[in-house]
């Protein structure tokens, strides 16, 4: 089934923040940020502002009537600048002007005299001077540094893993208009509606029961939007109270490139032991998370990155260490993954670095080291594990044997093309890590011409949730998807909502929507008994707008059964509630069982390196994936390629580069390079994984969202391995591996022997 938005996003005629017609008297907010990424500031120029073209009114942290402060898991993070500022592109002005244009030119006219201190944009200088945002975290599985003692191999290295910008096709913005005894209505391209609601509350005074957030979907979020769409939110409800108008801020490209968070950097050690047989025996890893200027979600990122750090893999001795570093970047934040391919890329580096010194290849390391049935991941829960089977599968059916062959074959008789295969599997888990955020509601309306109204929690951004929703509502009630609508996520009509992040916004909003769908249908079916002369409801299904009596079509259609229950005054309407059960950790020990359930993958990737000029296509990246049993093979397909591409280009092109002041320079698509539909790979193939398993997930459907990002760490290892085969050298575990780096990479040693190269 199509993605019920595909007629619409084709035609043009979906609704993004930017559509929303505008309220007469609409007024325009821009933002003066800091031009320094650390300073005192000592004074703010606004005079020239003031009396700038359509200036309405100038807004500093002394004029908010609620609190300056918007940081979520620590108040750290004021609305705007006061004092001091952290980061290049900190909000410290805002101006309210009357038209979009005129708005950016008034915010130009701003100056600050700001006193500069040190800036410090390496996390382990952060780290050495004590600056973390949250005491370390650490995870310990048996007892790692007596194993070294006994391994047979140890090997020890660094790696440096790359930010990546989110590049949501729409900018962050918000649109927030005024509502009687001074409520607001905030529309946000937000993942995170109550995340906003708080946010606005926070910094009006205002209770939550006064403020509406209303999303009707985003053009992309991919993380970037689940705690940063706060600050541009709050901005605009802060304006709108202090001018009693409707405020509108659509973020320019460059300022949302300039002033939000993005994927963590990391910076990390390794250390790793093998027995004779290539058994992982121990494993000691520490992570330096370059959290930015403040709290954000780091911790939570950081603590996904402990989550993952064995990957698929079962090692019984591991300390895992990881240190949240305060930085003089912009917060970072969220991104597809959520610091878990953070922990994989430094295991994968680890196994990469022990195959090249043992001179065997990876996945003979990484097979004998899967995780297994009953195995014990280092935060406590035991593997319900399809590691081994998805691995054995994806070998099998793309004839991993023939690949590495016709590689080594083809490096042999090719002087300056080599190709680089590489085996990934992934292993991630589904489910908040904290525990409390497992939970979501759905309200559904059956309306008297038998048509169905959907409201849950859940956003949609580009990812297909709404249409999952529907199909739920749908089958619930034995209906085609055109009769049911789903609506807008409002926190009006669904209080309290976890952001959709994750990946699992269809698991507990489809659950909830089963639920609430479920009572319905019951009720219904209770109503239909004495007119289709049957005793009992479970004789009685719904299908294809009918309803069926022990299997047989009745002549009782759908709409006139709901127009009767509604005669008999039945309550066609249901407000459900679903917690993931079973799920728990504690923190105090670092131990427990925080997801219903893991997705397992694996991935065989190949590339072929231009090593005279340094670049690299990707040939193919061919997984075996489980989806359990997917309700939608369409959107599912659509998020393995959108999540392996964009995997891709965090391994290799998408560079993310601050100068040492904190400047960005990769500041606009001119300077960051993103995939493009040319550096798509020329095949992706994808096995859904054969297993009968049951799991947690809606209709069994299990979370698709983030996984498949993973795959593209493949990428790295296999453009690793076509570098070897082509020069006698050991490439750094440096991302992004950009051509440029790979070039340096093939004549690192040697001064290039031009003439060897052009005879
Ligand atoms: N797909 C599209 N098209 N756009 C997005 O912004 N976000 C990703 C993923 N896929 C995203 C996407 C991220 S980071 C998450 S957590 C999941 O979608 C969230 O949606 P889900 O819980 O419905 O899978
Ligand atoms: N994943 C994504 N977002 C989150 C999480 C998580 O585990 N925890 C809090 N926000
Ligand atoms: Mo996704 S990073 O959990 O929004």
Redesign the pocket.
Known sequence: MKNIDSKSHVRGESVYLDDIPLVEGTLFACVFDSPVAHGKLKSVDTTEAQTSEGVFRVITAKDLIGENQIGGIVPDEPLLADGEVHFQGMPIVIVVVTSETLAHKAAKKITADIEPLEVVTDPRVAAADGDLIVPPKKFVLGDAASAFANCAHVFEGKTEQNGQEHLYIETQGAYAVPTENGGLKVYSSTQGPTAVQRAVCRVTGLAMHQVEVDVQRLGGGF?GK??QANAWAGICAVATQLTKRPVKYALHRMEDMRMTGKRHPYSSDYKIGLDRDLKIVAYEATFYQNAGASCD?SP??L??TL?HCTNSYYIPNVTATAYSCRTNLPPNT?FRG??GPQGMFVIESAIAHAAEKLNVAASEIQRRNLIDDGDEFPYGQKAESDAITSWTQAEEKYDFATLQKEAVEFNASSRYFKKGVAMMPVCF?I????TP?NQARSLVHVYTDGSVAVSTGAVEMGQGVNTKMAQVAARMFGLEIDSVKVHTTNTLRIANT??T????AADLNGKATQLACETIRKRLLEVALPLVEAANIDDLSLADGFVYRSGERTSLAWAPLVMEAHLKRVNLSEHSHYATPGIGFDWSIAKGH?FAYHVYGTAVVGVTVDCLRGRYEVDYVKCCHDFGTSMNTAVDLGQIEGGIVQGLGWMTMEEVVYDDDGKLRSNALSTYKVPDIYSIPAEIAVLPLETTRENMAIFNSKAVG?PPLMYGIGAYFAIRNAVKAYSDCSPAFDLPFTPEKVLMNLYNSDLVDMKAINS
């Open positions: 993380g689940e705690d979600l939570p990122v603590e996904r989550f969220a959520f610091g888990g489910s908040f890590t904290k955020m976890s952001p992040a994750a990946s699992a925080p983030e």
